[in-house]
């Protein structure tokens, strides 16, 4: 707390914090110090009718889309038709749904479960996670660019990774939460207050690693270094996606692809600096980063010779990160397939064998229709590529797809060389 007053004077931390609810913090860590630099030379320098008007500008925008029609309106007219080429508000049901789905999400994320997420549609992913886990041990007792000890440090890390599939074991509680019908932007300030106050709570208590990140209905996952776990809300093991009513080909190249990229972030460059507790350490060693290094450059070639949209490429610097994830998680979803129908006969299906449909079912994870507008914003600000480059980048990359639909050296889908990290 020191330093950081010591950093921006300007503004009175202990007092801020006190009216946060949380008086006395005395250890912080300071995320973004020439952040904190810029706001000690804006506070001190700029007038306070100035901040005023800056401070007032950002509650409105905040505010906008909870307020009368014509504001709502501006503030789409702006941020999405300009800044992103939507033509039009989505209809009413959308906004609302998405508005309880982000307040009160673990509410609405017990009934979406109760409607759409099966004990046996758990059983059969959790399954699956374990299975690519299983793969991914393999996978890093084989790395040729790992060293022996980095490698006992990446198993170890493996071992303690938490699954969460589905919805948390125990339901965040809202009942202090006052929603009222006839206060939409009332409702929403509240909101935003209570998801604050939960916060704040945090402070000083032990990490509650049950906590979801994502609500159950979004169709999203995510790695969490900080609490080595990985994240698959029922949402995201819905059909197009997880479709119970499919056999194990496309379920595992799609979401059995999404569990494997999220995994290889516990071991790549994001993940080599938490360890098995998710604290800050980095585990690898010099060589390891280098031989990382290495392999890593064969991805970012290959992508920057991708577009995005007119004669826009992609940043490969940006999505590398991603585009080694994609590669290295299909790799394993393969592996994992493999071993899940070893002892299977397994027929072609609507005249596709059942490798094809392995990689059909992948490719149709990334099946997209984005605007121009939307594409220029994402080649300068998302660290994944656009979707059709995740699929035909890393498919472009295995042998395994090559095989299945005999394509040949020189041919568009055989890229050269192979890139390879995990
Ligand atoms: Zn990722």
């Known amino acids: 707390m020191a330093s950081l007053s010591k950093i921006a004077p300007a503004f009175d931390w202990p007092h801020y914090f006190e009216i946060q609810g949380a008086p006395g913090v005395a250890k912080l860590n300071v995320a973004q110090p020439e952040f904190m630099k810029a706001v ?51 209809p009413r049901w959308k906004t609302c749904t998405r508005g309880v789905d982000r307040d009160l999400g673990e509410a609405l994320g017990q009934e979406f479960v109760k409607r759409t997420f099966s004990a046996d549609t758990k059983a059969k992913t959790q399954l699956m996670t374990e299975q690519i886990e299983t793969a991914m041990k393999q996978e890093i007792e084989n790395l040729d660019w790992m060293s022996p000890a980095t490698k006992q440090e990446a198993l170890r890390k493996l071992h303690v990774i938490r699954n969460k599939i589905g919805y948390p074991d125990q339901w965040r509680d809202y009942t202090t939460l006052e929603i009222k019908p006839d206060d939409y932007v009332g409702n929403v300030v509240r909101s935003y207050r209570f998801e604050d106050a939960r916060q704040w709570h945090k402070l000083g208590k032990p990490v509650d690693l049950n906590e979801w990140g994502m609500t159950p209905p979004t169709v999203n996952a995510y ?16 059909p197009p996606l997880y479709d119970t009513k499919l056999d194990d080909a ?53 992508y920057a010779q991708y577009i995005v949209v007119d004669d826009i490429h992609i940043n490969s610097k940006l999505t590398s990160g991603e585009d080694v994830a994609d590669l290295g998680g299909t790799l394993l979803a393969y592996i994992a397939w493999k071993k899940q129908t070893a002892a299977q006969q ?32 994402r080649a300068i600000t998302d660290p994944h590529s656009p979707g059709y480059a995740r699929i035909n980048g890393v498919v472009s990359n295995m042998p395994e797809f090559q095989k299945a639909f005999s394509c040949k050296a020189g041919q568009p889908m055989v890229h050269a060389p192979t890139c390879r990290v995990w």
């Open 40 to 90: 000690q030379t804006e506070v001190s320098t700029e007038s306070v009718e100035a901040l005023r008007g800056y401070l007032r500008l950002h509650f409105l925008t905040a505010a906008a889309p909870y307020l009368a029609h014509p504001l709502e309106q501006a503030d789409f007219d702006f941020y999405s038709t300009t800044l992103r080429g939507v033509p039009a508000m989505p």
């Open 223 to 238: 790695f969490n270094p900080q609490m080595n776990d990985i994240n698959f809300p029922a949402g995201v093991l819905q």
């Open 250 to 302: 496309p379920n595992y190249g799609n979401t059995g692809a999404t569990i494997g990229h999220e995994l290889t972030h516990a071991f790549d460059d994001e993940g080599r600096q938490f360890d098995d507790k998710g604290n800050l350490r980095d585990w690898w060693t010099p060589a390891d980063a280098k031989g990382f290094e290495d392999r890593i450059n064969c991805i970012r070639d290959q």
């Open 346 to 377: 397994l027929a072609s299906v609507d005249g596709f064998t059942s490798d094809q449909r392995f990689f059909v079912g992948m490719a149709q994870w990334a099946c997209e229709n984005e605007r121009p507008e939307v594409l220029r914003v």
